[in-house]
């Protein structure tokens, strides 16, 4: 008997059998370029600042943590601006998490989330995993969302809660604030919470403007973002939100107790001052994002527009082939299962070019 027959004798909820785990590829090759981490790596002060600031924690590991994490709240207010203030701010171990907890408040059993794929995968296993349902809007041909049609879809699905991806991963498109803001008022009849994962705003070309704007006054909108992707920080897993603060009251009745350790509030806190440095390689990472889809247009391919720093591709007549070949040549990207497309992150200038050449001798022969 395999490991999943095995796993099908346990008497696992009926709505997980079947299912499968949230599972990107993690091998070991030179060139990673299929999560869309930042590829530049801390740099040596902050990475200096964060190593302070953790050996400090250590003399208090034997308490628990501030349950509140008040003075990360307060440095990511003071990140964000937008008069953003701790009250409006929630953290969790990675935005995965953050948005875990909302459907935790806001979904469960009898209620449903909604989507518009292609979009972040994580989105239906969240919606899973707490016994929310999921329904999946539509895009346009070209993958855009207009304030009209996600309206008319909202009113038809009345759903509980709403997943809009700006810049929207696999895409890499941002949405407009039109979008956003009808999408909030056609979910006024079902009081949906609307959710705008901004994982990637910080790589988003000048003028891209943020959902955090339309805070006000909309207590039913949640912005979500993470330190990730721009920060250079997924190995911290630290994500937050800012919305009303009744919304980070909601999420307070699911939470774990002292779900963030001293060490990751320490290791933000540290990071958020050294957030200048950190941030620095944000433009040489768009100049490549900027750069491949340039390279791919020249080459023939059709890369979508990027307010990110990944780049999602189409024009293959076999994908899984192009990405066998690349990996073969050390570098990894992402089929995100769309046919004729890929996706890959913007790294280093060198980890480009390798992605570049690499690319090409393969549509080459
Ligand atoms: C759109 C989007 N949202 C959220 C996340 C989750 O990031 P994290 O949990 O590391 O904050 C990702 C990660 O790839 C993402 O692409």
Redesign the pocket.
Known sequence: MDQFERLSQLPLRDDLRGQHPYGAPQIDVPVLLN??ENTFGVPLDAKEAILKAVADELDGLNRYPDREFTELRRALAAYLGHGMTQENIWAA???????QQLLQAFGGPGRKAMGFPP??S?YPLLASGTGTGFVTGTRAADYSLSPESAAEQVRAQAPHIIFL?SP??PTGTALGRDVVEAVYEAGEASQAIVIV?E??MEFSHEGTPSALSLLPGRPRLVV??????AFAL?GA???YMAAAPEVADAVRLVRLPYHLSAITQATAVAALRNSDSLLANVEAIKIQRDRIVDELTRIGLTPAPSDSNFVFFGGLEDPRSVWEGLLAAGVLIRDVGIAGHLRVTAGTEQETTAFLSGLRAILAT
């Open positions: 999560v869309n171990n990675g935005s995965n998490e953050v948005l979009t972040y994580m991806c929207n991963n994962d994982a990637y979500s973002r993470t330190m990730s992707k997924a897993r630290v994500g």
